[in-house]
Nanobody, 116 residues
Framework: QVQLVESGGGLVQAGGSLRLACAAS????????MGWYRQAPGKQRDLVAT???????TYADSVKGRFTISRDNAKNTVYLQMNSLKPEDTAVYYC??????????WGQGTQVTVSS
């Protein structure tokens, strides 16, 4: 069982920045990929960014150049630096962890609200 605890969400004006963090604990097995997904009201949950254990990254086109995902393997923590935020970035942001062996896990989500 893996516990994911997210932090760093909040309310920010358009053009501002926020940094999300997700700390993982409890797994006997190493975590492979960690990532951030988001879900706006009435919409499906979409990928924002992922990072593998060897730091290969992927980004949704809508956040490329504005968001940066990073990871501290020693702390089992993944970060999402979000710059130049737009109102359309408003959503609940979820952390996900995929183990090398076993299932994947979701965090409880953190709200990000960008006002215009």
């Amino acid at each position: 069982q893996v516990q994911l605890v997210e932090s760093g969400g909040g309310l920010v004006q358009a053009g501002g920045s926020l940094r999300l963090a997700c700390a993982a604990s409890g797994s006997r097995f190493s975590i492979n990929t960690m990532g951030w997904y988001r879900q706006a009201p009435g919409k499906q949950r979409d990928l924002v960014a992922t990072i593998t254990s060897d730091s290969r990254t992927t980004y949704a086109d809508s956040v490329k150049g504005r968001f940066t995902i990073s990871r501290d393997n020693a702390k089992n923590t993944v970060y999402l630096q979000m710059n130049s935020l737009k109102p359309e970035d408003t959503a609940v942001y979820y952390c996900k962890a995929d183990l090398f062996v076993g299932p994947f896990y979701w965090g409880q989500g953190t709200q990000v609200t960008v006002s215009s």
